[in-house]
């Protein structure tokens, strides 16, 4: 199994952000999908998550701004990051399981900073 981040990067309180995780060796459409977190400082915390019937949950630091969704042709989950505060400044990990197993991506930064 892995996982590939992309698109973290710097955002002005207030602003948006858009990360996706590719994945492949594994059964993409059966799988539970998440994203963590991990701020400077602290542990590695869900962020939100969507099984493979769409169904999604939320920390709630993040309701109401943060959406996750999932395209099974493209095999990728995207965390959609609205209303950024400088508290939601961390590296993002999407994460899985796959027999029993946790997987990985490498983690992209995402910097809400002025």
């Known amino acids: 199994v892995q996982l590939q981040a992309s698109g973290g990067g710097l955002v002005q309180p207030g602003g948006s952000l858009r990360i996706s995780c590719a994945a492949s060796g594994m059964n993409f459409r059966l799988a539970t999908l998440a994203w963590y977190r991990r701020a400077p400082g602290k542990q590695r915390d869900l962020v939100a998550s969507?099984?493979?019937?769409?169904?999604?949950a939320y920390a709630d630091p993040v309701k109401g701004r943060f959406t996750i969704s999932r395209d099974n042709v493209r095999r990728t989950v995207t965390l959609q990051m609205n209303s950024l505060d400088p508290e939601d400044t961390a590296v993002y990990y999407c994460?899985?399981?796959?027999?029993?197993?946790?997987?990985w991506g490498q983690g992209t930064l995402v910097t809400v900073s002025s």
């Open positions: 969507i099984t493979s019937d769409g169904g999604t």
């Open positions: 994460n899985t399981q796959n027999r029993g197993r946790d997987f």
